[in-house]
């Protein structure tokens, strides 16, 4: 009778919505008579009055949960048609098939109050907009989110009862197995341990994920992948694949759980976020057998976070390709930090530059220092070589018997590729051979499947073919002879430019603890100390390089050179001078300009550029006249002075090879007499003759 009474006439003329909604696909599957129940709503819907065309179906949403509507675009559309006035009612079997979020609900209810939408579910129809009603819906909107949580709650315990015991059974990544007894054991699959415990030797021999690698990709080795039904499948190796499997600790016998946590968002995705160690949920260390040990599964860990933060304090880096040789090794001798290492292409050569710029970066002050890496890199090198050369017939076997067991791994996983390759040709040779040769579409798909194999299997062992002939290149006779010819001097090991400059770093490391460096920029060295494994402490002075400005400045000698020869000479002649002494000017020392030689206009820039006296200053100073004072102290014309110092009666003092200063002689004054009875001539040899008679 009440809900006869709540039903009017314009709830009858809008639609009746029945949203039908089952929260995984497993109860879609298997509880059919729920979903029966759910469509009979239809006939509550009818014989309260709607006609059969006006009830809506929504269906949509079948196997999503309720716990939230940002994933159900059923839930989405019925709450848009219920705003805009469109349905009189609402059925669901009961409050928990429209929604688990109070939120949601509470939001329905609302809307359906503004609208005027009635609410049916198996136990009576509801108005949102009576307090009454409102007030039951509410308690069963409430009661519903409890039972999602007393669900979850149960389910949650049981696991993580399960897995605080170990016994909760997880995905287990690539290279573990479930045996027939549910324990954890290693891939029987000789390949894939194999080729994992190589991942991890060669991690801890290059200690880096990127360097492990470009180590699989120069070998032409494949990493295992395991699939979503279970096939295992050899790729090349990445980047993420490596470290996945190097920060997962199940590879080092430890059963966890818990280490991420998930959220969803408003939008209703899903969020991970790593925990830290201590909290995960479950940790039991040697749970299983794995594949290195728990503490050397904690060292990568630790080598992984030193090689991802270039700025602490502690770092000491791995060992890289580029030719700084204290990569990593090197602090600044103001502020404490490692110093960052920069390469330059200058002169058709790389050069390493090793600058402190945190001041800089993080508050804007000058850099602390900024050191030329080839000097500094010398003196280390020098050093270590007269250190290590009584060690240096155990290192170098050391190193030979180090490249040898790395080839006889790689040799031994390829050999693992060709048996795999083999066993699948041999497979699909028998699967051919039992066809019915009738039967030629079958037979002809099979014949192209063992053609495939037999073809991945000759790769295979053209591919081992290859990379044996090239270990065997590198470690011939010659090169062994090499070798050990090496080991009586280490100094040609350490400057034979063969030896990589990784391997120089790993025989750094073994030797060096750190190295401190002070820049003297006054005195243009840089002081080195070095502090060895031991303890010991020694110290080294290097001469800083010139710059650019420095390599091309004029000597100073030079300098001194021109400036006594401007007593005597003019630019064009002192630059002869010094061309015939094999003095070369300071552009010399540019490339490409070796051949470069004094000029008139070189010497005038030095005379301006080092402030030195001209030479016009200079004659003046001894008492030298111009043209006009001379030709009035004799009381002639300046073109019979022309005359006079062209014949010698007076003496020209060149000061920039156009213009003169002439000198007076103290004695014998030459006299103004008419050239018809006295030539000039005359009387210029008769001069001549008196001067070399006194």
């Known amino acids: 009778m009440n809900a006869q009474i709540k039903v009017q006439r314009h709830h009858l003329e809008r639609g009746a919505y029945l949203y039908i909604r089952q929260s995984s696909m497993r109860q879609v599957v298997e509880n059919a008579e729920s979903a029966k129940r759910q469509y009979a709503l239809r006939g509550r819907a009818v014989a309260l009055g709607w006609r059969d065309e006006q009830i809506i179906v929504i269906d949509n949403d079948q196997g999503e949960s309720g716990a939230s509507a940002a994933w159900r675009e059923g839930f989405q559309r019925l709450v848009s048609d219920v705003g805009l006035g469109r349905a009189g009612i609402v059925m669901g079997l009961e409050v928990s098939r429209l929604a688990r979020n109070n939120a949601d609900w509470q939001r329905l209810l609302e809307i359906c109050a503004l609208a005027d939408t009635l609410i049916l579910d198996e136990d009576g129809v509801y108005d949102p907009a009576s307090f009454n009603d409102r007030l039951l819906l509410g308690l069963k909107g409430t009661m519903s989110e409890a039972e999602l949580h007393v669900i979850k709650a149960r389910l949650r315990g049981g696991i993580l009862n399960k897995a605080k015991r170990g016994e909760f059974r997880c995905p287990l990544p690539t290279g573990l197995v479930y045996d027939l007894s ?13 080729t994992i415990a190589h991942f991890f030797e060669t991690f801890s021999r290059v200690g880096s994920a990127s360097q492990t690698v470009k180590t699989f990709r120069k070998e032409g080795l494949l990493f295992p992948s395991r699939l979503h039904n279970s096939e295992t499948v050899f790729r090349p190796l990445t980047a993420s694949t490596a470290m996945r499997v190097l920060t997962n600790p199940r590879y080092a016998g430890a059963y966890t759980y818990g280490r991420r946590q998930f ?15 201590d909290d995960w949920l479950a940790r039991i260390p040697g749970a299983h057998p794995g594949y290195i040990s728990w503490e050397r599964h904690q060292e990568n860990l630790k080598v992984l976070k030193a090689n991802g ?37 200058r002169r058709g050569r790389q050069e390493a530059w090793y600058v402190c710029d945190r001041p800089h970066n993080y508050r804007g002050e000058p850099s602390c220092q900024s050191i030329a890496g080839p000097p500094v890199d010398q003196a280390v090198g020098m050093l270590i070589a007269d250190e290590m050369t009584p060690l240096a017939v155990e290192l170098a076997l050391e190193v030979r018997r180090e490249i040898q067991a790395r ?16 066993t699948e040709a041999d497979l699909a040779q028998r ?26 299997l000759a790769n295979a062992r053209e591919e081992r073919q290859r990379a044996h002939e090239h270990d065997q290149f590198v470690l011939d006779d010659a090169i062994r002879k090499r070798l050990i010819a090496m080991t009586v001097d280490f100094k040609k090991l350490w400057a034979d430019p063969d030896t990589p400059n990784r391997e120089r770093k790993r025989l750094l490391a073994h030797v060096i603890e750190d190295v401190t460096l002070v820049k003297l920029q006054a005195e243009g060295t840089t002081k080195v100390h070095v502090r060895f494994k031991g303890g010991k402490i020694q110290t080294l002075t290097t001469s800083s390089p010139k710059s650019s400005a420095q390599q091309i400045k004029t000597q100073p000698g030079i300098v001194e050179l021109v400036d006594k020869l401007l007593d005597d000479h003019v630019y064009s002649e002192i630059a002869e001078l010094l061309n015939q002494q094999g003095y070369r000017p300071g552009e010399a020392a540019r ?6 030689r004094f000029t008139p206009k070189r010497v005038a820039y030095l005379v301006h550029e080092y402030k ?14 111009t043209k006009k004072e001379a030709a009035a ?33 103290d004695k014998d004054v030459p006299q103004k007499q008419c050239s018809r009875w006295n030539r000039l001539v005359d009387r210029a040899a008769a001069r001549a003759q008196n001067t070399s008679a006194a």
């Open 431 to 456: 699967r051919f051979m039992l066809v019915d040769p009738n039967n030629r579409l079958v037979a002809d798909t099979l014949e192209g499947e063992w053609n495939d194999k037999l073809r991945i």
């Open 612 to 625: 030195l006296r001209p030479r016009y200053d200079r004659l003046r100073e001894r008492g030298m006249l």
């Open 263 to 277: 959220r969803r968002t408003i939008e209703g995705k899903k969020t991970v976020r790593a925990r830290d160690d």
């Open 182 to 194: 549910g324990n954890v054991a290693l891939d029987p699959d000789l390949q894939v341990r194999e």
């Open 633 to 665: 102290r004799l009381n002639i014309h300046e073109t019979t002075l022309t005359s006079w110092v062209k014949h010698g009666l007076v003496t020209g003092h060149s000061y920039n090879g156009h213009f003169c200063l002439y000198e007076i002689p």
């Open 309 to 345: 933060h270039g700025y602490d304090a502690a770092r000491t880096s791995i060992p890289r390709e580029g030719p700084a040789l204290l990569q990593g090794r090197a602090i600044c001798g103001r502020c404490g930090g490692h110093f960052r290492v920069r390469y330059a292409a």
């Open 591 to 596: 490339r490409g300009r070796h051949d470069a």
């Open 407 to 422: 080839h006889e791994e790689a040799d031994r996983l390829r050999c693992r590729a060709i048996e795999r390759a083999q």
